[in-house]
């Protein structure tokens, strides 16, 4: 099965930009949709498909995707962006979902 | 503007299974994936499994063997079983509508989770 490869922690200073990155095999096909989860709360859809931003999802946020890496980034970050974010997409071979390990986000 | 609400048990003994329930209020049920996912205690999302509204489901392989999704369309809802649990199924669980046009499904909008402990 695919596997989704995050970096476990990233740090931003306030206002700056900033990367994560999602790394799979499945991604040199399949679109990376991304979460962000605030602790104790369900996770929140931020982007979807190529570079798709649900209603009320700041525009700060955009997706990109290279190769066999997806990314998300936060241009001039906010400190409400501090989070744990999650990348998805599906198993390279058959229709299942998986998940990336997660990247805690801090911002200074 | 859907909303997931969802409720069962929180506290089992292991070998017990696990029973859980998601409504979905305010919008369509058919034409998406009703999706179960888990998050142990401190750790990452686990995709544990969904289904359509006709009852077909699709199953993460590490967890077929223990698991059952079941539809109830009369009342726009899903269940999870999940049989034999030991300690290692704490989690907060969640369930979440998923959506795609092509390939990976996306996850919107999402129940508030339950946390079920397994627990001697």
């Known amino acids: 099965s695919s596997e989704l490869t995050q970096d476990p922690a990233v740090s931003v200073a306030l206002g700056q930009t900033v990367r994560i990155t999602c790394q799979g095999d499945?991604?040199?096909?399949?679109?990376a949709n991304w979460y962000q989860q605030k602790p104790g709360q369900a996770p929140v859809l931020v982007i979807y498909g190529k570079n798709h931003r649900p209603s009320g999802i700041p525009d700060r946020f955009s997706a990109s995707s290279s190769g066999d890496t997806a990314s998300l980034t936060i241009t001039g970050a906010q400190a409400e962006d501090e989070a744990d974010y999650y990348c998805n997409s599906r198993d390279s071979s058959v229709d299942h979902v998986v998940f990336g390990g997660g990247t805690r986000l801090t911002v200074l | 503007q859907v909303q997931l609400q969802q409720w069962g048990a929180g506290l089992l003994k292991p070998s017990e299974t696990l029973s859980l329930t998601c409504a979905v209020y305010g919008g369509s049920f058919s034409g998406y994936y009703w999706n179960w996912i888990r998050q142990p205690p401190g750790q990452g999302l686990e995709w544990i499994g969904e289904?359509?509204?006709?009852?077909?489901?699709n199953i993460n392989p590490s967890l077929k063997s223990r698991v059952t999704i079941s539809v109830d369309t009369s009342n726009n809802q899903i269940s999870l079983n999940l049989r034999s649990v030991t300690a290692a199924d704490t989690a907060v669980y969640y369930c979440?509508?998923?959506?795609?046009?092509?390939?990976?499904?996306?996850?919107?909008?999402w129940g508030q989770g339950t946390l079920v402990t397994v627990s001697s």
């Open positions: 289904i359509t509204h006709n009852g077909r489901t």
């Open positions: 499945s991604l040199g096909t399949y679109y």
């Open positions: 979440a509508r998923g959506l795609t046009t092509w390939g990976p499904r996306w996850f919107d909008p």
